[in-house]
């Protein structure tokens, strides 16, 4: 979640998170949020909102990946356990500009 595509009001935007994920639950669609510790904060005042995986982001400057696996991972809000981790950023592979990301074998809702 990059903080610069939401509004300063952070109550305002737990209520956009909330209805989006009541949204998708009812259709049994599973959510996740894409951020760091620190926009989540910024968005959220480090709200917990039930519900969502987390796929966070733990990178360095280009070309030096941190490790892909989770043992980075501090805890904030509610997240506990994170599903996902982009641990490299802007690296070419086969000629094709990817970020890199790890992820864990089974979904887990905090």
């Given amino acids: 979640m990059n903080?610069?595509?939401?509004?300063?009001?952070?109550?305002e935007n737990v209520?956009?998170?909330?209805d989006m994920v009541a949204?998708?639950?009812q259709h049994n669609v599973g959510t996740g949020v894409y951020t760091t510790e620190r926009d989540w904060n910024e968005i959220t005042n480090g709200t917990s909102i039930d519900n969502l995986e987390l796929w966070y982001v733990h990178t360095k400057p280009i070309g030096h990946p941190t490790a892909p696996d989770f043992s980075d991972f501090s805890p904030f809000a509610?997240?506990?356990?994170p599903q996902?981790?982009?641990?490299?950023?802007?690296?070419?592979?086969?000629?094709a500009l990817v970020?890199?990301?790890v992820y864990r074998d089974e979904p887990r809702n905090n």
Avoid: P, V
């Fill in 3 to 11: 903080k610069y595509y939401f509004h300063r009001d952070q109550a």
């Fill in 15 to 18: 209520a956009l998170i909330n």
């Fill in 23 to 25: 949204a998708a639950k």
């Fill in 78 to 81: 509610n997240f506990k356990t």
């Fill in 84 to 95: 996902m981790k982009q641990y490299s950023q802007s690296e070419w592979i086969c000629n």
């Fill in 99 to 101: 970020d890199r990301d």
